[in-house]
């Protein structure tokens, strides 16, 4: 089963920690989003394997906007 982690808000892509085939855990920061000049880590929400990056540094995205897939 797949989990799709979605942007929260509008903002910028600030720094992506993973890459595909990177094994992650419940809890761990996948991404930074940069909102209102703040800094928003994006954590895993589920353990697996990363299927699919979706964004890259400097990419600007809208709420709800698939960032990457834990598989």
């Not at 209102?36 to 929400?45: A, F, G, H, L, R």
């Amino acid at each position: 089963m797949s989990t799709e982690i979605l942007a929260p808000m509008p903002g910028t892509i600030f720094q992506v920690h993973v890459t595909e085939g990177d094994d992650v855990v419940e809890g761990q920061e996948l991404l930074v989003l940069e909102a209102m000049k703040m800094e928003n880590p994006i954590v895993s929400t589920a353990q697996g394997t990363v299927k699919q990056v979706a964004v890259k540094m400097g990419d600007k995205v809208s709420t709800k906007q698939l960032l990457l897939v834990i598989e």
